[in-house]
């Protein structure tokens, strides 16, 4: 192990990613074994696991809510988040990846990768998260580590890097040969600690061949394991491993392991790795944010002006729970610190060191850190904390658009108010969910990302708030986009009603954008509208999106532009040209022709291969297009893309249409037109 004066060296901030039911629990729970955290290995059958710690979470048998612990390895401290795996809480694992520096990604070694492994990958990408990957159920029947690394080869798209051979096939997998070390590390049954020994007679060859393959592919994107490679025509484990290291957080190659974490067998290597290669706070880029309209950059030292940014929060009965990443400088118990947004301060009352639902008191804590903080009264997630006196803004995390929604009413009248409360509280824990008050039949809405996540948040209610409740069927969240735009449409706004007047006279052109969002530009020469009021147009045009014409849905995918305008000396104003944008596209809008969408989704089924037909004609009856079909581990494997509104009840139908055989995963993959029957709202 290196050696370094600064302490970041030592810390590795990383989140276990995967598809559901890939293992990510499993893999989480024998790494805290594994490292001395745990005296007992978590089942998540048992509903005994450290991070699983909700009700709902060992009652479904899935992980829901990002957890975070903490955990040693070899000198170095270990801050774990693991995330769900299910596509209707992308959200979590969008916030969570914000805030990490590197990543295990978990992958069957039967499926391969799966709708939500590639997901979550995507997710990475994004965030330019350093990976390496670990294929889990090497133990199970048509495990196949070729396989695997084939489907992220071709589905993911990155330089695998396998730096293992197993030792052994599915039932009888014991262990795995060490490429680097060119050793075997073999787990006798029952043990929690592999044994070394040489690389056994019958897999030499083989092993020798796949460390040259490893060589060769590592010298073909490392300059200085080329210059060594040509000049001895071999890699050294040292040199070697210090390649994979700067490849792995280049995003330039993937390191790949394999293993059984339910029999504890390939853990001690995935923690080495995890040390070996993924990036410490130090190896990261500072973290940069704006500060008066100027880009800033702050260090990971704790010696820097604090910066800290909210990722989770957790409002509890008992008082809020605000989970941060600390960027730079340091934060002490009972310090006061600023809301970069709001520009409020806040004490911090107790710094809490993390291990899932359990917590130890810390006095301190420094850059690089990921902390729980008890007393932030007003901060949500993806505020920034900074010290007063250096203040900073941090990007906070995307929020994805809901797609689906519920009507939901308490069962008693007297209830309301405390329902209100109820769903106030789950919105300030996860900004994925949203509720709005339908103008028409003045029903609470609540909105999330899919069935399973309203039926989680409806769940918490009732057992969290004591609150009985009716929730009405799920809809679909609708958008409405331009088909055909018009050209030269004037507008003018004019009110005179005593005092100073307002007028605003726009023309504006709208026309239908290929990609999603608005796009705002302006043409106007001469000076005839002012920059100052043009920005007011733009505003005024977003105001106009929030309801479409068709019913009332947001839109999305057009372009305006300004081309022409007036004012009056005295009477022109920011306002009075924002109501000229608002009201202009509006009845611009409502001149085009505009086209009703509707959100579609990827389906993976899994079915046994004489149910496919049965389930192709249920797919096509659901407006389902196929896009492919495979069979796999003796089951059939089809993909087809279907609107979402199509999909509710859809896991009842397919468990019956196969005695309970089939599966099926869903991933959103954005929106289409809706047919002219679709409703409206």
Not at 219 to 227: V, Y
Not at 466 to 474: D, K, S
Not at 502 to 524: C, I, M, N, W
């Amino acid at each position: 192990m290196r050696t370094s004066t600064n302490p970041l060296t030592t810390v590795r901030n990383l989140g276990i990613l995967a598809h559901v039911d890939a293992g990510k629990t499993t893999v989480t729970e024998r790494i805290l074994y594994t490292t001395g955290t745990t005296y007992k290995r978590g089942e998540v059958h048992d509903g005994t696991t450290v991070t699983d710690f909700d009700p709902q979470e060992r009652d479904r048998g899935i992980t829901i809510f990002a957890a975070a612990v903490s955990c040693s390895w070899d000198g170095h401290r270990i801050n774990l988040i693991d995330t769900p795996g299910h596509v209707d809480f992308a959200d979590e694992v969008e916030r969570s990846l914000r805030v990490l520096d590197g990543a295990v990604a978990v992958f069957d070694a039967v499926a391969g990768v799966e709708p939500q492994s590639e997901s979550v990958w995507r997710q990475a990408d994004r965030h330019g998260v350093p990976r390496i990957a670990f294929v889990n159920k090497m133990d199970r029947a048509g495990a196949d580590l070729d396989t695997a690394v084939a489907s992220i080869r071709e589905r993911l798209h990155p330089v695998p890097l396998v730096t293992q051979l197993p030792i052994g096939t599915e039932d009888g997998f014991t262990g795995v040969v060490d490429l680097l070390r060119m050793r075997a590390l073999v787990w006798a049954d029952g043990a929690d600690t592999p044994e070394e020994g040489p690389v056994p007679d019958a897999l030499s060859e083989e092993a020798a061949r796949r460390r040259r393959l490893l060589e060769e592919a590592v010298a073909e994107r490392h300059p200085a394991a080329l210059e060594e490679f040509c000049d001895r025509e071999t890699l050294t484990a040292a040199t070697l491993a210090g390649a994979l290291r700067d490849l792995t957080r280049t995003g330039d190659g993937v390191v790949v392991l394999c293993g059984s974490a339910y029999r504890n067998r390939g853990v001690e290597p995935l923690l080495d790795a995890v040390v070996a290669y993924l990036p410490s706070p130090l190896d990261v880029p500072p973290v940069r944010g704006t500060h008066d309209g100027a880009d800033e950059e702050r260090p990971a030292d704790p010696a820097a002006p604090m910066a800290a940014l909210a990722f989770k929060v957790n409002a509890t009965p008992t008082g809020r729970l605000t989970y941060l990443r600390v960027y730079s400088g340091t934060i002490e118990k009972g310090d006061t610190v600023r809301d970069a947004g709001t520009g409020r301060t806040e004490r911090v009352g107790r710094l809490l060191r993390v291990r899932a639902d359990r917590h130890d008191p810390l006095e301190r804590a420094v850059a690089g850190d990921i902390v729980a903080v008890i007393g932030l009264k007003g901060a949500r997630a993806g505020s920034t904390l900074c010290a007063p006196d250096a203040p900073l803004v941090l990007e906070p995390p995307g929020v994805a658009e809901p797609v689906v929604h519920v009507a939901v009413e308490a069962r008693r009248a007297t209830d309301t108010d405390r329902l209100a409360s109820a769903l106030a509280r789950l919105t300030e824990e996860d900004p994925s969910l949203a509720v709005r008050t339908d103008p028409e039949t003045g029903q609470t809405v609540l909105s999330g990302m899919g069935e399973l996540h309203l039926e989680v948040a409806a769940e918490r209610v009732r057992r969290e708030h004591g609150l009985e409740v009716t929730v009405g069927r799920p809809g679909v969240a609708y958008r409405e986009t331009v088909g055909a735009g018009v050209t030269g449409f004037v507008h003018r706004h004019v009110k005179q009603d005593g005092g100073a007047g307002q007028f605003a006279h726009v023309v504006l052109d709208v026309e239908p954008r290929e990609e999603a969002g608005f796009e705002f530009r302006s043409t106007v020469v001469g000076g005839r509208v002012p920059q100052e009021f043009v920005r007011a147009v733009e505003a005024g045009c977003r105001d106009a999106l929030a309801e479409g014409p068709l019913g009332g849905h947001p839109v999305t995918g057009l372009r305006v532009t300004l081309t022409d305008g007036q004012t009056h000396v005295k009477d022109s104003s920011d306002t009075a040209f924002r109501t000229a944008g608002r009201f202009g596209l509006r009845d611009a809008l409502r001149a085009s022709r505009m086209v009703l969408l509707e959100p579609v989704v990827e389906v993976t089924v899994t079915v046994p291969e004489d149910a496919v037909g049965g389930v192709l004609g249920d797919l096509a009856a659901r407006r389902g297009r196929v896009t492919g079909s495979e069979t796999r581990g003796g089951a059939a494997v089809v993909t087809a893309t279907v609107p979402l509104a199509e999909l509710f009840g859809y896991a009842t139908r397919l468990r019956s249409r196969t005695q309970g055989r089939g599966t099926f995963t869903a991933r959103p993959t954005g929106y289409a037109p809706a047919p002219a029957e679709a409703p409206a709202r």
